[in-house]
């Protein structure tokens, strides 16, 4: 069992940044792969990027050039860095995992929502223009 718990939301200008945490618990950590997700008000929850256990990462489209995910396995804990953020960027962001040693087959294939077993209880991140 996985719990994972999320920080760092809060109300931010546009164009400024903000870096999510997501600590786990857990001594699969380094085997799992992470996954941060958003959902806007009125809209479903939306994958952002992912990272394997060997430091692979993909990002959705909306997030490349402008987010980092990264992770440090001594402290169980995976980052988004957020930059030049927008008023869409505004959501719930959630945190999720995967079983240890989830293979990896994809970019596309982490967009689902059921290719993760564990998740957060969210943090919000609230963009004004």
């Known amino acids: 069992q996985v719990q994972l718990v999320e920080s760092g939301g809060g109300l931010v200008q546009a164009g400024g940044s903000l870096r999510l945490s997501c600590a786990a618990s857990?001594?699969?950590?380094?085997?799992?792969?992470m996954g941060w997700f958003r959902q806007a008000p009125g809209k479903e929850r939306d994958f952002v990027a992912v990272?394997?256990?060997?430091?692979?990462?993909y990002y959705a489209d909306s997030a490349k050039g402008r987010f980092t995910i990264s992770r440090d396995n001594a402290k169980n804990t995976v980052y988004l860095q957020m930059n030049s953020l927008k008023p869409e960027d505004t959501a719930i962001y959630y945190c999720?995992?995967?079983?240890?040693?989830?293979?990896?087959?994809?970019?596309?294939?982490?967009?689902?929502?059921?290719?993760?077993?564990?998740w957060g209880q969210g943090t919000h991140v609230t963009v004004s223009s």
């Open positions: 999720a995992a995967t079983t240890p040693g989830a293979p990896n087959y994809g970019s596309q294939y982490w967009y689902a929502q059921d290719k993760y077993d564990y």
């Open positions: 857990g001594r699969t950590f380094r085997t799992n792969t």
């Open positions: 990272i394997g256990s060997g430091g692979w990462a």
